[in-house]
């Protein structure tokens, strides 16, 4: 049983800051890629950053430069650090991780930027 608890969510005003944690628990040997996708009303679940276990790191174009992707392999965790926060990128963050390529999900966070 794998479980994926994210952290960090919340109310914020535009141009401002949050940082996201979502931590893994559970029976596995290690994992994979990490990442964080994120879901607005009426739209698709979209990619926003992903990080392998070495480290390399993918963003979407929407966030380069203003969210910074990160993690703790010791500790099972992926950070994920946004700045600059715009009104669109109100929508429920939610955490990914694929253990032998299988995906697990968090529950996932809402973040809500006003502007």
């Known amino acids: 049983q794998v479980q994926l608890v994210e952290s960090g969510g919340g109310l914020v005003q535009a141009g401002g800051s949050q940082r996201l944690s979502c931590a893994a628990s559970g029976t596995f040997f290690s994992i994979n890629a990490m990442g964080w996708y994120r879901q607005a009303p009426g739209k698709q679940r979209e990619l926003v950053a992903s990080?392998?276990?070495?480290?390399?790191?993918t963003y979407a174009d929407s966030v380069k430069g203003r969210f910074t992707i990160s993690r703790d392999n010791a500790k099972n965790t992926v950070y994920l650090q946004m700045n600059s926060l715009k009104p669109e990128d109100t929508a429920v963050y939610y955490c990914?991780?694929?253990?032998?390529?299988?995906?697990?999900w968090g529950q996932g966070t809402q973040v809500t930027v006003s502007s």
């Open positions: 990914n991780a694929d253990i032998l390529n299988f995906p697990y």
């Open positions: 990080i392998t276990r070495g480290g390399t790191t």
